[in-house]
């Protein structure tokens, strides 16, 4: 899920764990923030649900979800830089971490997701003093 502002995605996170809360479910959180730039808050609510069995009857099972909730400009920075991601996965482990290579193909993309996480806060500041001023 995609929210606009930084502040959007506690808002959201604490909504989700309002709608858990409402049908007595499980909720946790994990708020990533990975060295590559990625942040987002992983929601994880858990829902019991009737399941079909092979003779179709029904089992109660708990499904446990995954909501990823991130922020617009996160979502751009995510999609330019998954490619990087995979690529590096796919590979040995490098003898240099690509924090010190300013010429691997993922230096720029991935420093600009912190750079953007910053502004972002940046802007919930600025957002914020105008509230109190």
Not at 14 to 37: L, P, Q, T
Not at 54 to 83: F, M, P
Not at 110 to 127: F, P, S, T
């Amino acid at each position: 899920m995609i929210v606009k502002y930084l502040d959007g995605v506690e808002f959201l996170v604490n909504r989700i764990r309002e709608i858990a809360d409402e049908h007595s479910s499980k909720f946790s959180v994990d708020y990533e923030a990975s060295d590559e730039g990625y942040y987002a808050a992983h929601c994880y609510p858990v829902f019991e649900l009737d399941v079909p069995k092979l003779d179709w009857d029904t089992e109660k099972q708990a499904i446990r979800l995954e909501i990823q909730v991130t922020t617009q400009l996160q979502d751009v920075i995510r999609k330019l830089t998954h490619k990087y991601y995979e690529q590096r996965r796919a590979q040995e482990i490098p003898s240099r971490k690509w924090q010190w290579n300013y010429a691997s193909p993922e230096f720029v993309p991935n420093y600009l997701g912190h750079i953007l996480h910053y502004v972002e806060g940046m802007i919930m500041d600025v957002r914020m003093r105008g509230r109190t001023e």
